[in-house]
């Protein structure tokens, strides 16, 4: 290393005293000394990197100060954040799937706030069960014998398979061993609950009589799988649950279904594709059908297992149950909004039912109140339109389904576009579109009429 190289490196401020700079800020009063002593470190690092590698002269502490600051302010105090969904899909994985309504968010604060009677029953004052609290609404709500609630679907699954075909053999169609993301693939779920797999069909048709061929003293069950999140079209033939319940029947062997979805009601109304509904799979004689709580059912967190009576109390006494155990906060919010199904007010107070039918006027209005709020400078910088386009449901429900839906495309050109896009992603609060040929294109359906004023003011920012 050159003498010129090593002078620079030697003027490099110190950690001490870029970090007594940045706590000086009344801005950061909040974020604790140890992040802030990581974030000094980070950026003196880059810095010393800088120098070796370019031998130029290192920042001051002052300007590396900076930098610091902007950056633990852009990223604020804490990790997990709400942001602006403009991507148009309702039910997104990445972006948390179903918001809850506002009664379960109250119900999930009184919860957390004070003791309850998750685990005791008032009036025996005996030892009670977490899930009375929600079985009495599931029995009525889907006609089930009993139910249980499990952390999420992916581990009412393999509770399920765990608890009834542990060594044994299961069924299944080849047109429904699916892979849903997020490693959560059915032969390995299957492996790893013990359970055998028997593939039974071609991948794009089986017959009930598959099934009853496959049958003999090993079989513990036949599994029906939604295949949530793909189609397979043309010539097609698959077996329905009431087909698999009589094939079953006649040889003494549980059916479960995999639901992954699980809608309470016909969206068919709101000019969605018909999905089975949990009642109707209940009605046609399935013993355990298993879905997620936070897909259409528009709810927290959860994997929900509704059967027959003696099925569920295996499924409880199974030690394995504990420890994919639901938890105090999600049975408050599920509980909300199971209720909000019986007493019908799900479809006004459920945000996932709301923006999926939602007529395409509300959602054309907000994109226009985006637009109106800019001003002139920052329309001239963003030639902001409001276009109409189809947007996803998502999130492994009604794969092959869109609905109509309008929001605003921004951005002079593509390379535009793609800037716009990272500094609404990094803005506080984030914003995530989508890109649209080369503009980016904000899709106001899953654009809550609370965040107009907020997407407009961060849309006016990132464009300055
Ligand atoms: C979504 C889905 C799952 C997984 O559910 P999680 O609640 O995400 O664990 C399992 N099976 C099917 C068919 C699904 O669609």
Redesign the pocket.
């Known amino acids: 290393m050159n003498a010129e190289r090593t002078g620079a490196l030697r003027r490099l401020p110190s950690v001490d005293e870029v970090a007594r700079a940045v706590a000086a800020r009344p801005e950061l009063a909040r974020v604790p000394r140890t992040r802030i002593t990581e974030a000094v470190r980070q950026a003196v690092d880059a810095e010393r990197r800088h120098v070796r590698e370019g031998g130029v002269d290192p920042a001051d502490a002052k300007t590396l100060a900076d930098r610091v600051a902007e950056r633990l302010t852009r990223l604020g105090v804490f990790s997990l954040r709400p942001l602006v969904n403009a991507t148009g899909v309702v039910l997104h994985?990445n972006l948390g799937?179903a918001l809850l309504s506002p009664l379960a968010r109250e119900r999930v604060a009184e919860v957390a706030g004070a003791y309850s009677n998750l685990e005791l029953d008032l009036t025996s004052r005996e030892r009670g069960s977490r899930y009375s609290h929600v079985e009495g609404l599931l029995r009525r709500l889907t006609g089930a014998e009993d139910a249980l609630v499990v952390?999420?679907?992916?581990?009412?699954?393999l509770l399920a398979l765990e608890t009834l075909a542990h060594g044994k053999e299961v069924v299944v169609s080849r047109g429904e061993l699916?892979e849903?993301g997020?490693e959560?693939r059915?032969p390995d779920i299957m492996r790893r609950s013990g359970a055998i797999l028997r593939e039974v069909g071609a991948t794009n048709r089986t017959h009930p009589r598959d099934y009853a061929d496959a049958i003999g003293p090993e079989t513990a069950l036949l599994l029906k799988?939604?295949?949530?999140?793909y189609r397979i079209v043309g010539f097609t033939a698959a077996v329905g649950s009431r087909e698999l319940v009589d094939v079953g029947r006649a040889r003494k062997v549980p059916v479960l279904e995999?639901?992954?979805?699980g809608s309470l009601v016909d969206l068919r109304p709101y000019g969605l594709p018909h999905e089975p509904t949990v009642p109707e799979v209940v009605a046609a004689g399935v013993d355990l059908v298993?879905?997620?709580?936070?897909?259409l059912l528009g709810g927290p967190?959860?994997?929900i297992i509704v059967g027959r009576r003696e099925a569920v109390a295996r499924l409880k006494r199974n030690p394995l149950n504990r420890a994919v155990r639901i938890d105090k906060f999600t049975i408050a919010a599920l509980e909300a909004t199971l209720h909000a199904y019986e007493d019908g007010t799900a479809l006004a107070t459920l945000p996932t039912l709301r923006m999926l039918t939602e007529p395409l006027l509300g959602v054309r209005a907000r994109a226009r109140a985006v637009v109106a709020r800019l001003d002139r400078e920052a329309r001239a910088r963003l030639l902001p339109r409001v276009i109409e386009d189809r947007a996803q449901v998502g999130?492994?429900?009604l794969p092959t389904a869109t609905l109509p839906t309008a929001g605003v495309v921004v951005g002079t050109d593509d390379a535009h576009a793609r800037r716009l896009d990272a500094a609404l992603r990094e803005a506080d609060p984030p914003v995530v579109g989508r890109m649209l040929d080369d503009r980016l294109f904000l899709d106001c359906r899953t654009v809550l009429a609370e965040q107009v004023r907020t997407l407009a003011r961060t849309l006016a920012t990132v464009a300055r």
């Open positions: 994985t799937r952390n999420n679907n992916a581990s009412a699954v699916i849903i997020g959560f059915i799988v939604h295949t949530s999140n995999d639901l992954g979805s298993t879905f997620s709580g936070d897909k967190q959860a994997g999130g492994g429900a």
